[in-house]
Structure formats: C-alpha cells, structure tokens
C-alpha cells in the first residue's frame, strides 16, 4: 500500500463489508438462504390462501411426456441464458472503472428478488396494495436526503415518485414546471368572478412556484364553495384554457403576448434533456445550452442569458443545474442558480430550478446528519483531503430551496435498473399534472397524504409499472439510511478512493514524462476522475486522440474476447472546446504539449473513470486495484510508444 494515499482510505469500513454479494461472491451464503427462505415464504403464502382448494396440478403431471419435453426445453434456454451472461460486463469488479454501475446493495437485490413472484404493479393501490406505499415512502427518503419537507402532514410536503430512469424523471420534471407556469395563465382566461388574479398573462406566466400552488388554494376554496353543478362547470371552464387541453399550439395561440418559454442548462446537461424538450413539442431550439467553467455551470452566463430574456420577454420555463455531471461528475453552483433566480423575480422574470441530480443525489448523504440536519462544513471536509470543495459544500447546502429533482437509484443508490426518481419539493403542484383533475384536496394528515398518492397511476408519465423495483429502493434506504453514517459510508468510500485515483493520477503523470505527458483536466467534484493523455513530442490534437482511443479499445468491452482477458474497464469521453471554453481548453491543451493552433478537431479524447466500487483499496490483500490500473495503463502506454508513429482518425 502506498503512503501516498490518504490513510483514510485505507482504513476498511467493516459495514461495507456486509452490504454486496462481494467481487469474489464472498456472501453467496448469506444471499442464497434469504433467497431460499424468502420463495419458501411465499410458496407457503399461496398455500394458505384456499388450503381447501386441492393442488390442480397433480403430481403426476411430471411424468407426462409433454411436461417432461417443456422441462428440458426449458432447462435448456435457461442454462443458454446463463452461459450466454457470462459474458456480462463485470460491473461487481473493482476492476470496473466504466459508467455509472457497480455491485447491487443486497437488500435492494434480496427485496427485488423476494417481491418478483408476487408481482406488484404500482400503477395503483388495487393492483399492489403493500409496494405503492413503499414507493411514496421511498419518494419521502429522498426528499428528506435533499432537504425537503417529507412529513406526509406538512402541507407543503414533498413529494416523489420513482421512474424508469434519470430521463423519465427529468422529462416529469418539465411536465411540471410547464403545468406551474401555465395553470395561471388558463385561470387568468377563464376568470372566475372573486379570485385575485395576476394583472396580465405575463405576470401569470411569471408566477413563482409557491404562488401558483396559493392561487390554486384559493381557486379550490372558491370552487368548493358552490354548488356541485357550478362547480363541475368552472372546473371544465379552467380545464378548456389550461395547456395541458389546448396543446402549446393552441395555448400560445390563445396568448399572443406570451412567447413560448425556453429550458436553460449547461452545456454539460445529459441528453435526455433534449429529448424532452423534442417530446413535450417545445422543440429542441427552446433548450438553451450555457457555457461552463472547468465543466460547471458558468453563473455570470446565467445571469446574462436570463437579463436577455428579460429583455426580448421571452419567459423561462426552468433552469438546470447538473448535481454530477454524466461524463465528467463536475457539480453545478445549484446556489448560484437559486440567487440569479432570486434577482431576476424581482424584475419579474420567474421559472423553476430544478437540479439533474441523477448522478450525484446519492451524495446528499454526505451532508446529512442523522437527525435530518445540514452536517457543518468543517465536519464533513475533515473525512476528506480536498473533498468538498466549498462551492461543492454550498451546492448540496443549496437542494433543499430548489424546486425539484432528479436522482438515480440504480446508479449511486447501487439498485438494479430501472429505478430513477423524481423528487417535487411541494407536493401540491402534483394536482396540475394529474390525469384526472381533481384539484380540491386538503392534505390534512398523512394518512390523507399517502391515500392521494396510492393512485399513483393519475400522477406518473408510466402505467403499469414495476412494484418490486418500489420494494427494492424502499427496503434499502430502511437498512441504510440515507444520513452520512449510514448509507454515506458508500459514497464517502467512492469519494476517498477518487482522492487517491487523483493522487494516483498525478504520480503516474510525473512516473511517464519521458514516454507521454499526462494531465488531470480538472480537479474531480466527487468520484469521476477523468485523465488525458499524449505522446511526448506530439502537438497534434488528433493523434493525441488516436493514442487514447487505443487506450480506450484496451479498457473497453468487447464481446469477441473472453471477458477473462480484459484486465480493466474504463470509458472514454471527449472534452469539446467550445464546451470548456477558451482558458481551460488553452490550459489544458498546453498541459499536454498540444498546440491549439494546430487543432485540426473541436475535441480531446480523455480517458474517464467512474469510483463507484467499494472495494477499490483492498487493505486484507495489500492490493490496490487503483495502483494496479495504473501500473497497467503504464503497461499499454509503453506498448503503444514502441510502435510506428500513430495515425490520426
Ligand atoms: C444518467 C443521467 C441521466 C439519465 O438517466 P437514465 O437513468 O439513464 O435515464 C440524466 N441526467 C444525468 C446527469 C445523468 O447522469
């Protein structure tokens, strides 16, 4: 073990132990009986529905030639199948240093495993009367790892809700703001007689969230005041001006003063988010992409970007801050964000932040005392050697005053696909988006709160959906809490081991002057490390990018080799310039020996490495697979520069 780490990481978090099946398969035991035990229980659960209904399926079916001829038929694909799996990308190895994956929490896997024979469908309380709750539940975890109200008797009260993924979540995201922003506009055009309404559409438009979720009180106050027949009629008035009835067409048609709004995001926002501005018919032109500075939201872009918008009155639907980039886990000033918006609503130019925490939510935890709390700043940086940067710190600090988010349990919440979220800080706006507008309704009690939300169904983009995924995400946040001395113990792992990837990085960097020079491009945020690389004496930018691209090809899956022969997986992402703007590009390019006037391509090819394996430092075996990547790396470096000279692609 080299003296070069900081001792902290080479110190065993002995509860790390017990939460995966392990590299190696180490708790295959303790899996196998809570699976065993687990279907027994639910064999005895079907047999005591109607112990008086007799078997019907006798056993002498099995001795039937066709039962027999399905076994083996059956037998035979499965053992294709899982002869076929092996050659799976080894996502469990802390050999893996790929995408966003890695081992799967056991009571995730166990809870998923357990809940599949049963086979819950959350689109609803009748068809999963146990995993629905759960999954409101999980939605309130989450809320209270991000700092929202998450007491189901608050009014204001949180609200979530898991997806398929990150994409899904983030396109509910701006399904919500668009009904938030609209639903004054609509009422505005219905005008019913005694409601205090905003002057002008765009004043309506320009509403803040909590406005809109106060107007929408006042106009179910004022509708349950009528009689049911007027009421039914208002309720269908509104509902013919609203967005959601008329289409952006027709809506925008309707408001000739409003210009249709645009979603504003750094330019390192997933592509998911161009996805949903195509799907929901805003049209990928209404996304407008922002420069950054060292990959992080560019504040003063922002806040020029949102006075042009305020100049042209062109509203702002959202804006985006990414919590932990997707190629370069790079952490946005989420504060930042909140203190523009805050400038620009007094000169009223309103919209919702919302943070694509996709990735990075799960670090929340760091953050989060056990009693719910922000952890100090000193408290937290002192587990660490660099980590969290301030801005970092005041980023996470920032969650709990935004508007929504996006997190990924089946990436830093280490569950099986697909399970995302989406995180509403107040639950009320959850009214404008459901299918069957029911606007009247007066969370008193919890009990009021989770009845709502069993019809899950009204509320979410899918129908029939996964209740055992509900059980999975549940279930492991109630064996881990999401606090930093419960579930934190994961990422702070992941944390520590990029600081000594860093270190590492930089090492290895002065170890191969005479062969390559070697740059880390920017400091890691979190637990993404991302190196580049270029052979001593060369100044092109495209054969920089060859020689890591053959890097890359050694680190890559490929099913044609046995996977045994792989020694490490990493990724590769590219560094566009006009996305790291002129001072790094020029910084880093002259780091590396890379002349930016000779630049014959827009981008660098780096090699990208995601920290999400917990068991990256192996203190028991003196083995550090981060060492031996490096040693590794060296191995292909020094190959590769006893070739030919490389030809650019
Ligand atoms: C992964 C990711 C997404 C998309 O999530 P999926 O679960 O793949 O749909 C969105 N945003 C960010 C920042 C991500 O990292």
Redesign the pocket.
């Known amino acids: 073990m080299s003296a070069a780490y900081p001792m902290q990481a080479t110190v065993r978090d002995r509860l790390i132990d017990a939460c995966f099946l392990g590299p190696y398969g180490e708790n295959d035991t303790l899996l196998e009986k809570l699976v065993v035990e687990f279907l027994r229980d639910h064999v005895y659960w079907r047999r005591n529905f109607h112990p008086e209904d007799p078997p019907a399926i006798s056993t002498a079916a099995a001795r039937d030639p066709e039962y027999a001829a399905f076994e083996a038929r059956m037998r035979r694909e499965l053992h294709l199948l899982s002869a076929a799996l092996k050659k799976s990308v080894p996502f469990h190895s802390p050999r893996y240093l790929g995408h966003?994956v890695s081992d799967l929490l056991l009571p995730g896997l166990a809870a998923q495993m357990l809940t599949l024979p049963y086979n819950p469908n959350n689109v609803s309380e009748d068809a999963a009367p146990v995993t629905v709750d759960m999954e409101v539940q999980a939605g309130l975890q989450l809320a209270r790892m991000i700092g929202y109200p998450h007491e189901p008797g608050q009014p204001d009260c949180a609200f979530g809700h898991l997806t398929?993924?990150?994409?899904?979540a983030?396109y509910q995201a701006l399904r919500v703001a668009l009904a938030l922003k609209a639903f004054p506009v609509a009422l505005r055009a219905a005008a019913p007689p005694g409601i205090e309404l905003p002057p002008d559409d765009w004043t309506a438009f320009n509403q803040s969230g909590s406005e809109t979720v106060a107007l929408l009180q006042r106009w179910n106050d004022w509708l349950a005041a009528l009689p049911a027949k007027q009421q039914e009629e208002w309720r269908e008035r509104v509902e013919a001006q609203r967005v959601e009835t008329l289409g952006l067409a027709g809506f925008f048609a309707a408001h000739r003063e409003l210009q249709v709004p645009r979603v504003l995001a750094p330019i390192t926002?997933?592509y998911?988010w161009s996805k949903g501005l195509k799907l929901l018919g805003l049209g990928r032109d209404q996304l407008e992409l922002l420069p950054t500075r060292g990959m992080r939201l560019d504040a003063a872009a922002l806040e020029e970007s949102l006075q042009r918008h305020l100049r042209e009155r062109q509203p702002v639907l959202m804006a985006v801050a990414?919590l932990?980039?997707?190629e370069y886990g790079t952490i946005d000033p989420v504060d930042a964000v909140l203190a523009a918006r805050a400038r620009t609503r007094q000169q009223g130019l309103d919209f919702q932040v919302h943070v694509?925490?996709?990735?990075g939510g799960y670090l929340a935890t760091l953050f989060r005392a056990e009693d719910g709390s922000q952890r100090p700043y000193g408290e937290v940086a002192a587990e660490y050697s660099q980590f969290p940067r301030a801005e970092v710190y005041a980023a996470f600090a920032a969650l709990a005053d935004t508007d929504s988010v996006?997190v990924?349990p089946?990436?830093l919440g280490y569950l099986p696909y697909?399970a995302?979220a989406f995180v509403c800080r107040d639950h009320r706006a959850m009214a404008l988006v459901a299918e069957r507008a029911d606007y009247v309704f007066h969370a008193g009690s919890r009990s009021d709160y989770l009845q709502r939300y069993r019809n899950l169904g009204q509320f979410i983009l899918e129908g029939s959906k996964s209740g055992a995924s509900a059980a999975a995400v549940y279930v492991a946040h109630k064996v881990l809490p999401l606090d930093h001395s419960h579930f934190g113990r994961l990422p702070r792992a992941t944390i520590r081991a990029a600081e000594a990837f860093y270190a590492r990085a930089l090492r290895f960097a002065a170890e191969q002057a005479t062969r390559v020079q070697v740059a880390v491009p920017f400091a890691p945020d979190s637990n993404l490390v991302c190196v580049a690389l270029n052979p001593l004496g060369n100044s092109s930018v495209s054969v920089a990018n060859a020689f890591t691209r053959t890097l890359h090809d050694a680190v890559r899956c490929d099913p044609q080799q046995p996977l045994q022969l792989k020694e490490f997986f990493g990724s590769a992402t590219t560094l566009r310039f006009d996305m790291f703007g002129a001072a790094d590009t020029s910084r880093i390019l002259s780091a590396l020996g890379l002349v930016f006037a000779s630049a014959d391509t827009d981008h660098l090819v780096i090699l990208r490495h995601t920290l999400m394996n917990p068991y990256l430092i192996d203190a028991e075996n003196n083995i550090s697979y981060i060492d031996a990547y490096f040693d590794y790396l060296a191995r292909c470096v020094s190959a590769l520069c006893g070739h030919a000279p490389m030809v650019a692609v």
């Open positions: 966003m398929s993924g990150g994409t899904v983030n926002a997933h998911s990414v932990g980039s997707t694509d925490a996709a990735w996006t990924d089946h990436k697909g995302g």
